[in-house]
């Protein structure tokens, strides 16, 4: 036979004894080292989390002042002079694992197709849905251009002192259309930032890298129109870059007024004009080549000019212009009686480089080594745009009588099936051209005569175009046209697989259909009046009602079985035991408590019946939770929290603190967490039901009554009357929402999803998500109900509703 070794503390394994390793008794009974004791955290003023049973306790004023465990120590001793054990070596304290089972199911890692990584890197992208309007949409015959206009002012982070000003307009361009699946009933409805996201990561990862360095270039190069972020219309179900409009005239008016006395010739001053602009214009374009970008061509409505009169390129009109170009060579290509020089010059007034041309027209047919090809569109290829535009700027409409034939010329080769060889037009293309830099200095010269110019002695090395990746900014004009058919092509084909295993897959997780917007509803009838509670145990669904009923229900077809009456007054909450034995509890508005005995065949008189005091300014019951099978907390209308033994059903205790009525209860991680109308909510221990903390006593003005809970370990959410939910980590908050307009009647989390509802008939979805600088939330969509939310539930991948018109509904997945 073995025999006895002294014992040790749990956390350091030492071997107690009464100096170096002093045993302490906690509240909850159980013993651990004081040195130890005094290395656990605090989550809250004088309370310890025990090591063996994770029950918050109280403690006093210090660790030392609690009780010496004396039969430990002399035990120890006893053993320890009978047989000499060697040191042990002392580790670090750890987290204890946590006992007991659990009952909640989590939900799946993937709810979406993009991870939380992809959506914290383009989110500070996102500008707020309500701060944009559509001003103006153009037609199809100019691209569809849209303008729009600031309606609420925005600060923001990613543009260092930038605000978008109220009333101020904008440009808004395309980036791609949210599609979702097409089905009878569409419940489930994405959120706006999950919209925007979803499109961007429906896109090529080549197109969205050049999309995110289009982005950051325009807040690093000045005299460029900023990309201010992402907007999504939800009328048209379009993603749209929103960027900075100059409220200045452009360079169009500049050049309509130069046609009226386009019969007499430029002098030297507006020739020295025109010099000086073109300098400005090559000035832009090379910062942009050094950062990688390339336009690819040029407008004449692309330029205008900032309060300063510089000149400067509008982006939004850059791509906007692109869109007309590419449905006037779309056009073109189809039908060869179209006048290009009408489409391009004229309407357009945009010239296009050789090698941008062929990628407008026809970029799939001709696949060319681009790393040896002079027809790949680089750098050189905004130098030929420009050159045009000067020169177009300064000779007049006989330069576009000479583009006209340069067009038909390039356009009919292109077109040519056999293969023709390319015109001798071509001949300034690839590393023939000039670089930007050499056109600067001939504009230069346009405006300081040599004698005159100071810096003609500097000796500058002129360097060679970047040699590695460009992005070009004109393709992104019909890149967003194949992103769009992309994203409904590929739906439609996933719509068309789906609806084959239609059949065989009729029931699923209610948050992995979410993505495919394949969220279906059962309507469960029973109940004649509003449904104030939901519980699951025993493998049957408790609803309470004010019809003075509680109702089961089976969760394998979701019919009705029994109803227990035994109420006389509105019923106002429900909760289960799910154990060896299980029972189902419920409460009313007189404070009368009925337990139910939770099993088939169901008895029709409760097996016990609670009563609490009451005096004239008493309401009854308006919440209750349970810890295992040991007590029924109930919070009452008299501000009181009453704790009922499940052994003997006998009332233990009652709790106050609360200066308004208890609206809501949950037990979570060995704590009692309790709301009440005063907008406060304090935490009690289980082990001898003491106040632990009061969170949100400090506000004392705006108070919002604190109306729903829902608990993660160390994460409290709760949801108050004003529509906010308020997010507490031990006493700290961190993090405040605006969630619902309106009361938030319910909020339950699961895994990392939180669901709410409540007073705007609507449920939120969020992804909560934890990290080392606190906690950040992640709307991921909405489920529109056609009444008030009172109860929510999430059982085993179904959502189960209570509602105030009597119904309750089950979302699930197909």
């Not at 073109?278 to 080549?289: D, K, P, T, V, Y």
């Not at 690819?296 to 509008?314: A, E, M, P, Q, T």
């Not at 010059?345 to 041309?357: G, K, Q, R, T, V």
Request: glycine share 8%; proline share 3%.
């Amino acid at each position: 036979m073995e025999e006895a070794e002294p014992p040790e503390c749990p956390v350091c394994l030492q071997i107690y004894d009464a100096v170096s390793s002093i045993p302490r008794v906690l509240t909850c009974g159980h013993t651990t080292c004081e040195a130890c004791l005094k290395q656990l955290p605090s989550p809250f003023p004088n309370t310890l989390r025990c090591t063996v049973c994770t029950l918050l306790t109280k403690i006093p004023n210090s660790v030392s002042s609690l009780p010496k465990n004396l039969d430990l120590i002399h035990f120890s001793s006893v053993l320890q002079h009978r047989h000499p054990t060697e040191d042990k070596k002392v580790i670090s304290p750890s987290s204890p694992p946590e006992n007991g089972k659990n009952q909640s199911v989590l939900f799946p890692l993937t709810l979406k197709s993009w991870s939380y990584e992809f959506y914290c890197k383009w989110k500070k992208w996102v500008i707020p849905k309500d701060c944009i309007s559509i001003e103006k949409i153009g037609l199809d015959n100019d691209g569809g251009v849209v303008n729009g206009k600031v309606v609420k002012s925005f600060e923001s982070d990613h543009v260092m002192g930038f605000v978008l000003r109220e009333k101020e307009d904008v440009g808004l361009v395309k980036v791609g259309i949210f599609v979702e699946g097409e089905e009878d009933s569409k419940l489930f409805k994405s959120s706006y930032e999950s919209s925007i996201v979803t499109v961007l990561c429906g896109m090529k990862e080549v197109e969205r890298d050049e999309l995110e360095i289009i982005l950051n270039v325009t807040l690093r190069v000045s005299n460029v129109g900023k990309a201010y972020g992402f907007w999504y219309n939800e009328d048209d179900k379009c993603v749209y870059i929103v960027w900075q409009k100059f409220n200045s005239p452009n360079l169009m008016n500049c050049v309509l007024k130069k046609q009226e006395d386009e019969a007499e010739r430029l002098n030297s001053d507006e020739i020295s004009g025109l010099g000086m602009l073109g300098m400005e214009m090559c000035e832009i374009l090379s910062n942009l080549h050094l950062e990688g970008l390339v336009i690819g061509f040029l407008s004449v409505s692309c330029f205008g000019f900032n309060d300063f009169g510089r000149v400067c390129v509008d982006l939004s009109e850059v791509l906007n212009a692109g869109r007309r170009v590419n449905m006037a060579l779309q056009r073109a290509h189809k039908d060869l009686d179209v006048n290009l020089k009408s489409n391009l010059l004229d309407e357009n007034l945009a010239f296009i480089s050789p090698e941008m041309l062929l990628q407008f027209v026809d970029k799939e047919r001709f696949e060319f080594d681009w790393g040896k090809s002079i027809y790949e569109v680089r750098y050189g290829s905004d130098v030929w745009s420009l050159a045009s535009l000067m020169v177009w700027l300064i000779v007049g409409s006989s330069f576009v009588e000479e583009m006209e034939s340069f067009l038909h010329c390039v356009f009919n080769t292109i077109k040519d099936e056999k293969g023709c060889d390319y015109p001798d037009v071509w001949i300034l293309t690839g590393g023939n051209r000039p670089v930007i830099t050499e056109l600067w200095k001939c504009l230069r010269e346009l405006v300081i005569k040599p004698q005159f110019d100071m810096g003609v002695g500097l000796k500058q090395e002129v360097k060679k175009e970047n040699s590695g990746r460009c992005v070009v900014l004109g393709e992104l004009c019909h890149v967003v046209e194949e992103i769009d058919k992309e994203l409904i092509h590929g739906l439609q084909g996933k719509d068309k697989k789906n609806g084959a295993d239609m059949e065989l897959r009729v029931d699923g997780d209610v948050v992995e259909s979410m993505t495919h917007g394949r969220v279906k509803c059962i309507d469960m009838k029973g109940h004649l009046d509003c449904i104030t509670g939901l519980a699951i145990g025993g493998g049957f669904l408790f609803s309470s009602s004010y019809d003075k009923i509680v109702n089961v229900w089976s969760l394998q077809d979701f019919t009705h079985i029994h109803s227990f009456k035994g109420h006389e007054h509105r019923i106002m909450a429900v909760v289960s035991v799910d154990e060896e034995q299980p029972l189902c509890i419920s409460g009313d508005n007189e404070g009368v408590i009925c337990i139910w005995k939770a099993t088939f065949p169901f008895p029709e008189e409760p097996i016990k019946k609670l009563y609490e005091k009451k005096d004239w300014r008493y309401s009854g019951i308006h919440a209750m939770a349970i810890s295992g099978t040991e007590y029924l907390y109930t919070g009452s209308g008299d501000k009181l929290i009453k704790a009922w033994s499940l052994q003997d059903y006998t009332l233990s205790c009652a709790m106050s603190g609360h200066k308004s009525v208890v609206s809501t209860l949950i037990v979570s991680d060995g704590v009692l967490f309790s709301g009440s109308w005063d907008g406060t909510v304090r935490l009690w221990s289980l082990s001898d039901h003491s106040p632990l903390t009061v969170l949100g006593e400090d506000k004392l003005v705006n108070i919002a009554s604190v109306l729903s809970l829902s608990a993660d370990h160390n994460l409290l959410f709760v949801g108050h009357e004003s529509g906010n939910i308020k997010i507490w980590h031990n006493d700290v908050l961190l993090k405040s929402i605006e969630s619902h307009k309106g009361a938030i009647f319910s909020v339950n989390k699961n895994g990392k999803w939180l669901f709410s509802g409540g007073w705007d008939k609507t449920i939120n979805v969020q992804e909560i998500s934890e990290d080392v600088d606190g906690v950040d939330v992640t709307p991921v969509g909405s489920i529109t109900c056609n009444s008030t939310t009172t109860a929510l539930l999430y059982w085993h991948g179904k959502l189960f509703v209570g509602q105030a018109d009597r119904i309750i509904k089950v979302y699930h997945g197909i």
